[in-house]
């Protein structure tokens, strides 16, 4: 009995805590504030953020069935729990790694001196390889020095917390247990998924590095990447002044209301210290929740707009009475399926047509460039997930972990990876596993709107309603596998992502 009081007390102010840290977080990522001060909210809520409370999260999991909604419930606490452990102790770090972002400047050789935060978006704005390749050299000596070590300590230290809870043998088989998802079924499935798009990328790779970039493989990098894959070439075809308008207008087409009555705030325009890397913060869900996004131009922003805005919709829409955990938890690749459904809008040749400036003449070449980009995305991916299980796994020592990373990712990418970004370069808790993740579920989920609702699902009045209730009302109380087979019948693998990604370089 006082343990069914505590989880409830667990969830209301777990909830209070995580609107007050996302609330800190959307400021001093939007530029806002300079810097982010957790650790005073962690002092605030420190009774439900204790071992104490880990301990509630542990014997409701273990007195829970398996299979049960009560067991649903409690991993989702427990994980929480677990993160919270480290993210607590880990405060000081992030907060000094926040700061360090939006402080740190890159000087090149000939004395330039470039803000942290814009590097990667004048790697992929510049046409000069040279200029790259030193802003690159500039960046990756500053990371060495400065954030690397940083980011290292902080991953040391966030297994050690982890392992020294005892839930099971080891970072990796925690994860899984607290996921529901298993790394390793995923990690094969990358490994095939390199292997079967091998020759398809040998094939493709060096002819668009020729005609974009006019380099050879062999002297490609990270750096010529971001240029790569800017896509100059089409940013006439998606103005800026277009972008929210046509895109607000196609989500109200097809019945859905794209501010969710006001709960979605969007905040996209140029601001000094926002981050490059755009997001989307639900601080009071599904009431208030905003949408971030620090414009580069082109094609780019459309594709992140059409991203974060599958988030916002999410998040606006979930059903209120929906308990804590499955509101603020759960398996984040369903709510980055629903980002990437939107996204991957970007490869609908008739969604193109009907709201970007692309005509019939010019989408089979756009589409071609969507196909490489898919294909180096998802290449890069998969290498990532295979490298983070080594970095977590704890069998690869933290000296040799930066040439594995090298390899793992030149090879995997076919552009040269520097050392310097081994753990920068990673997304924590294996975010990368739910983002592959992601990527299988949104191609079910578009292959069942399109047998729904037609091939221009997007624009039908009837589909918005159906993704409302059926999708996003349901917050992120299902696995995506879990959800995967509720709406479609079928189990999530990278064969449909194959089949679209030939049809894309066709
Ligand atoms: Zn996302």
């Known amino acids: 009995m006082t343990s069914r009081l505590s989880v409830e007390r667990l969830r209301r102010d777990g909830e209070r805590f995580m609107q007050e840290i996302s609330r800190e977080y959307y400021e001093a990522h939007s530029g806002l504030k300079p810097s982010a001060e957790l650790q005073p909210i962690y002092a605030a809520h420190r009774d439900i953020l204790a071992s104490d409370a ?3 999260a542990r014997e409701y999991f273990a007195g829970s069935t398996e299979g049960s909604e009560e067991h649903r419930s409690a991993r989702l606490l427990l ?9 607590r102790e880990l405060a000081p770090l992030d907060e000094q790694e926040i700061a360090w972002e939006a402080d740190a400047v890159v000087t090149t050789p000939d004395g330039r001196r470039i803000p942290f935060q814009r590097v990667a978006i004048e790697q992929g704005n510049s046409t000069d390889r040279n200029e790259r390749a030193s802003l690159e050299k500039a960046r990756a000596a500053l990371v060495q020095r400065e954030l690397a070590p940083m980011r290292r ?5 966030e297994r050690d917390i982890t392992e020294s809870l005892a839930l099971a043998s080891g970072y990796n088989p925690t994860w899984e247990l607290l996921s529901g998802v298993s790394l390793t079924a995923l990690r094969d499935e990358c490994a095939a998924f390199l292997r079967d798009t091998q020759a398809m990328w040998d094939e493709v790779l060096p002819a668009a590095l020729k005609r974009v970039l006019g380099i050879r493989r062999e002297e490609a990098t990270r750096a010529d990447a971001l240029a790569l894959f800017r896509a100059r070439e089409f940013d006439q075809y998606f103005p800026a002044t277009e972008m929210e308008p046509a895109i607000l207008r196609q989500v109200r087409e097809m019945g859905v209301d794209p501010l969710a009555n006001g709960r979605i705030l969007l905040d996209t325009g140029e601001r000094e210290g926002k981050r490059s890397r755009a997001f989307c913060a639900p601080v009071r869900v599904p009431d208030e929740v905003y949408l971030v996004l620090r414009p580069h131009g082109g094609q780019t922003d459309w594709n992140t707009f059409l991203h974060e805005l599958g988030h916002a919709l999410h998040f606006a829409y979930m059903r209120p009475d929906l308990p804590m955990e499955f509101r603020w938890l759960g398996d984040n690749s369903v709510t980055e399926g629903y980002a990437m459904l939107f996204d991957h809008l970007m490869q609908d040749a008739g969604w193109l047509q009907r709201y970007t400036g692309l005509d019939k003449q010019v989408t089979p070449a756009f589409l071609r460039a969507a196909g490489l980009e898919e294909l180096h995305f998802l290449r890069r991916y998969c290498a990532k997930l295979i490298y983070e299980t080594e970095l977590y796994g704890g069998s690869v020592s933290w000296e040799a972990l930066p040439d594995l990373y090298v390899q793992l990712l030149s090879d995997a990418t076919g552009f040269r990876y520097d050392p310097a970004d081994a ?14 993740r992601a990527w299988q579920l949104q191609a079910v989920l578009t292959e069942s709107l399109v047998s729904r609702y037609d091939a221009d699902w997007w624009r039908n009045p009837r589909a918005g309603p159906w993704i409302v209730q059926a999708l996003f009302g349901e917050a992120q109380r299902e696995l995506a596998h879990e959800q995967a087979q509720r709406v479609a019948g079928k189990a999530m693998d990278f064969a449909p992502l194959i089949r679209s990604i030939e049809r894309m370089l066709e």
């Open 423 to 436: 753990f920068v370069d990673v997304d924590t808790r294996y975010y990368a596993a739910r983002y592959l």
């Open 153 to 157: 300590e902080r991953f040391q230290r």
């Open 79 to 87: 994980d929480w729990q677990v993160e919270s452990q480290s993210s």
């Open 54 to 56: 880990l301990e509630v």
